[in-house]
């Protein structure tokens, strides 16, 4: 059975990068299937917290419509985490409309 856990804050700083991250490579140390899915559209950055920061598919480009969830999927080698990283530069050219429906086109 599928889950969704969104870690969310009004408040920039508060550590919802770093929660994410960390419970992501926790579930994959007991062997669960876990993917971070940054949904940060404006400043996204778990690829560069994960060092990572010049990715050719992102969600910002799923959602734009011009990769598939599948393209935009990495592996995070040491840690075994998948995630689907945000478009770190500034004109991507995506809104939070752009975010519905998302969840069905991601298949696990």
């Given amino acids: 059975m599928t889950k969704l856990i969104a870690i969310a804050s009004a408040k920039g700083g508060v550590g919802k990068t770093t929660i994410a991250i960390n419970l992501a490579c ?3 140390q007991i ?3 876990s993917v971070v899915v940054d949904g940060d559209l404006n400043a996204p ?3 560069l917290h994960l060092g990572s920061s010049q990715l050719k598919a992102t969600l ?3 959602l734009k419509g011009t990769s598939t969830p599948n393209e935009a999927l990495y592996v995070h080698a040491p840690s075994g985490t998948r995630l689907i990283p ?3 530069t500034l004109d ?3 809104t939070g409309a752009h975010l519905l429906g998302l969840s069905r086109n ?3």
Wanted: hydrophobic share 35%.
């Fill in 45 to 47: 950055n778990v690829s």
């Fill in 26 to 28: 926790a579930l994959s």
């Fill in 106 to 108: 991601i298949q696990g």
């Fill in 31 to 33: 062997g669960l299937d």
């Fill in 60 to 62: 910002h480009s799923v």
């Fill in 86 to 88: 945000g478009d770190t």
């Fill in 92 to 94: 991507h050219g995506v």
